[in-house]
């Protein structure tokens, strides 16, 4: 199963899975196409979004295990 961690980056987390984006768009990160997600992180994405991305981890994370 694979588990998403709140450093890994953007670009990398809609490659396991692109059902990943509504997620990340509905906790307000609609940086999913712009360029910055091939190199930000997660957690540097929710500090420019101000916010904090635990729950967001664990919802991803919820999601994909849902899938196996």
Do not use: F, W
Not at 16 to 41: F, K, N, T, W, Y
């Amino acid at each position: 199963m694979s588990q998403v961690t709140k450093d890994m980056l953007i670009g990398e987390i809609i490659s396991i899975d692109q059902g990943v984006i509504p997620i990340l768009i509905r906790a307000g990160m609609h940086c999913v196409g712009c360029p910055s997600s091939q190199s930000e992180s997660l957690e540097e994405a929710g500090l420019v979004h101000g916010m904090e991305v635990t729950s967001l981890v664990s919802d991803i994370n919820e999601y994909l295990a849902s899938k196996e």
